[in-house]
């Protein structure tokens, strides 16, 4: 039988190396190559071609998102199975937007994650209990703006700022194009992630988009 070839992305050592382990196990799977942010996902996803891509959302250089995107744009039958601990429904709309097969908790039981890449190996979506409950009940209520954080804290400058971050603008480039320095990019992302509690341009995108200050439109 021939062996589901994986492709793990993951920050953290000490659990990428226990997903290695358990999926090690698992006779039919192939562990081919491991990864610690989005950018180095993205060059072995292209030079190995997994099967299946098991990554987070939040990672450093580039986020689960858009390296989602990229991947599928250059490996479209590759599926990649999110696994994160943030099960915010944007996030999981996101994700599967960009071309994820699923999204999993980092909570979920080994065996649930097995039989998740068995399953979107052979093309069928997988999305955990806690996030697709969280996305019928926003579907159902259509009203988002009872979830939304007030914005009155977040200036209209520094939202300006974060919108063209959400495209994967450079700081360079955001100056440019609102004609500030560089200086005060970096100030209002400061002040940005100061008022969100965050701790990087990704964490402050992914949380707007939670609060729905960013609409999917905001994305390139």
């Known amino acids: 039988m021939e062996k589901t070839r994986i492709l793990i ?5 000490i659990f990428r190396e226990a997903l290695r382990k358990l999926l090690e196990e698992e006779a039919e799977f192939e562990i081919v190559g491991e990864a610690s942010d989005g950018e180095e996902l993205v060059r072995q996803a292209i030079e190995l071609k997994p099967d ?3 990554m987070d959302v939040i990672m450093p250089k580039l986020n689960g998102i858009e390296a989602t995107r990229q991947i599928k744009s250059e490996l479209p039958t590759s599926a990649v199975l999110i696994l994160s601990a943030h099960s915010y429904e944007a996030y999981v709309l996101a994700t599967l937007r960009a071309g994820a097969a699923g999204f999993l908790s980092k909570g979920a039981h080994g065996k649930d994650l097995i039989a998740a890449i068995k399953a979107v190996r052979v093309g069928e979506p997988v999305v955990d209990q806690t996030a697709a409950f969280r996305i019928l009940t926003r579907l159902v209520s259509g009203n988002e ?4 954080i007030a914005t009155e804290s977040i200036h ?3 939202l300006e700022v974060l919108k063209l971050a959400a495209k994967g603008m450079t700081n360079k480039a955001i100056a440019q194009s609102l004609f500030i320095s560089e200086r005060t990019v ?3 992302f400061i002040n940005v992630f100061r008022k969100l509690n965050v701790g990087s341009r ?3 995108v992914l949380r707007a ?3 729905g200050w960013l ?3 905001d994305l390139p």
């Open 9 to 13: 992305a993951e920050e953290h050592v």
């Open 156 to 158: 209209s400058r520094e």
């Open 52 to 54: 299946v891509i098991l």
């Open 209 to 211: 988009l939670k609060e």
């Open 202 to 204: 990704t964490e402050a």
């Open 215 to 217: 609409s999917m439109e």
């Open 186 to 188: 970096q100030t209002h």
């Open 145 to 148: 703006a009872g979830r939304r």
